[in-house]
């Protein structure tokens, strides 16, 4: 739901430019997404997302708590999905489709956001060994992996350590960090983006300044017709209010701070590493998460697919839940 690769949207007011995942509106209209397309897809779901079946928190071997969420039968297959910018394990997809699929699908938050303990100075392997041991835990097998927004580099870097079966980027926070990308960055982003790599401890100090308030008040302000259509759904609105105040109960410098400086770095691990199947998925309005729609990502991926959806913006997740975890499925069982 927010700019390119790592969801940092907009800062408070007076305390900096617009960061590299938020959408490009440079005072332009909010493009339509064909606004018809959206009432259309309103009027065939019954909600995009409802309260979760099961709510827990698993002991690590450190101590900390790893928080999770769970919805469809608990024999079902199961999915696992890292969440977007500071949002926590509360806000699940298409329940409709999870049900018909027989998935088991399982939210999880990162370290210092919801039900989930800080762990100051992580990195990404840090979250995988987290996934692998939830997943032993639980009897998850190697799981499908869904990635949104800036949960994407997250999810790619369990698939390079192993621990999923299969993933999806859907609207995928891009790695705005690559150089292919310095000529292409606007220059307040691209500004973001060299003072995240030459202070990063002062970067995640300037990111923890952030609220649950001025995230709604961005997405809100700076999405598409399409995305709002969702955004203002009343089950939704209520959803997502509740998991962004869950991702920021501890303040972002639990969390989210660091889940930013984290994205918008260089990634660490090797994408050419990454040997299970990979689906990148981007609406064709959806200008807040990768400055090409994903179509460097995709290259530097072995195997990967690229879907563009057309008509559609950064809602993804919840517009097309049914095809992307039909795909999923598919390609985690080798047979698409």
Same mark, same amino acid.
């Given at each position: 739901?927010?700019?390119?690769?790592?969801?940092?949207?907009?800062?408070?007011?007076?305390?900096?430019?617009?960061?590299?995942?938020?959408?490009?509106?440079?005072?332009?209209?909010?493009?339509?997404?064909?606004?018809?397309?959206?009432?259309?897809?309103?009027?065939?779901?019954?909600?995009?997302?409802?309260?979760?079946?099961?709510?827990?928190?698993?002991?690590?071997?450190?101590?900390?708590?790893?928080?999770?969420?769970?919805?469809?039968?608990?024999?079902?297959?199961?999915?696992?999905?890292?969440?977007?910018?500071?949002?926590?394990?509360?806000?699940?997809?298409?329940?409709?489709?999870?049900?018909?699929?027989?998935?088991?699908?399982?939210?999880?938050?990162?370290?210092?956001?919801?039900?989930?303990?800080?762990?100051?100075?992580?990195?990404?392997?840090?979250?995988?060994?987290?996934?692998?041991?939830?997943?032993?835990?639980?009897?998850?097998?190697?799981?499908?992996?869904?990635?949104?927004?800036?949960?994407?580099?997250?999810?790619?870097?369990?698939?390079?350590?192993?621990?999923?079966?299969?993933?999806?980027?859907?609207?995928?926070?891009?790695?705005?960090?690559?150089?292919?990308?310095?000529?292409?960055?606007?220059?307040?982003?691209?500004?973001?983006?060299?003072?995240? *790599?030459?202070?990063? /401890?002062?970067? =995640?100090? !300037?990111?923890? @300044?952030?609220? +649950?308030?001025?995230? %709604?008040?961005? &997405?809100?302000?700076?999405?598409?017709?399409?995305?709002?259509?969702?955004?203002?759904?009343?089950?939704?609105?209520? *959803?997502?209010?509740? /998991?962004?105040? =869950?991702? !920021?109960?501890? @303040?972002?410098? +639990?969390?989210?701070? %660091?889940?930013? &400086?984290?994205?918008?770095?260089?990634?660490?691990?090797?994408?050419?590493?990454?040997?299970?199947?990979?689906?990148?998925?981007?609406?064709?309005?959806?200008?807040?998460?990768?400055?090409?729609?994903?179509?460097?990502?995709?290259? %530097?991926?072995?195997?990967?697919?690229?879907?563009?959806?057309?008509?559609?913006?950064?809602?993804?997740?919840?517009?097309?839940?049914?095809?992307?975890?039909?795909?999923?499925?598919?390609?985690?069982?080798?047979?698409?």
């Amino acid at each position: 739901m927010t700019p390119y690769g790592s969801d940092v949207r907009r800062f408070p007011p007076g305390t900096a430019p617009r960061p590299p995942h938020a959408p490009r509106t440079g005072g332009s209209p909010k493009m339509p997404c064909g606004r018809g397309r959206a009432v259309r897809i309103m009027a065939i779901m019954n909600t995009y997302v409802t309260a979760p079946a099961r709510l827990g928190e698993t002991p690590l071997p450190d101590g900390r708590l790893l928080g999770w969420a769970e919805w469809g039968p608990e024999d079902g297959i199961p999915v696992l999905l890292c969440p977007g910018a500071a949002t926590s394990r509360w806000l699940g997809c298409g329940p409709d489709a999870v049900a018909a699929l027989g998935i088991r699908l399982v939210s999880v938050d990162r370290p210092g956001l919801g039900a989930s303990s800080p762990l100051p100075g992580r990195g990404f392997a840090d979250f995988a060994a987290d996934l692998a041991h939830l997943a032993a835990v639980r009897g998850l097998g190697r799981p499908p992996l869904i990635g949104n927004s800036q949960g994407a580099p997250f999810a790619l870097a369990c698939a390079e350590a192993g621990v999923a079966g299969a993933v999806a980027l859907v609207s995928g926070a891009d790695e705005v960090a690559a150089p292919e990308f310095a000529a292409a960055l606007p220059p307040e982003i691209r500004a973001l983006v060299e003072r995240t *790599a030459t202070d990063p /401890a002062g970067a =995640e100090t !300037f990111f923890g @300044g952030f609220t +649950a308030d001025a995230m %709604r008040h961005l &997405v809100h302000g700076n999405s598409p017709d399409c995305d709002l259509a969702v955004y203002r759904e009343p089950h939704f609105a209520a *959803a997502y209010r509740r /998991a962004l105040d =869950e991702g !920021f109960a501890r @303040g972002a410098a +639990a969390g989210y701070a %660091r889940d930013t &400086v984290l994205a918008m770095g260089r990634w660490p691990f090797r994408l050419d590493r990454i040997a299970v199947p990979v689906d990148l998925w981007y609406g064709t309005h959806d200008t807040s998460h990768s400055p090409d729609h994903g179509a460097l990502l995709a290259t %530097r991926i072995p195997g990967a697919r690229r879907h563009l959806v057309p008509d559609t913006g950064g809602a993804l997740l919840w517009t097309h839940t049914g095809p992307v975890l039909t795909t999923l499925l598919r390609r985690a069982a080798g047979t698409a």
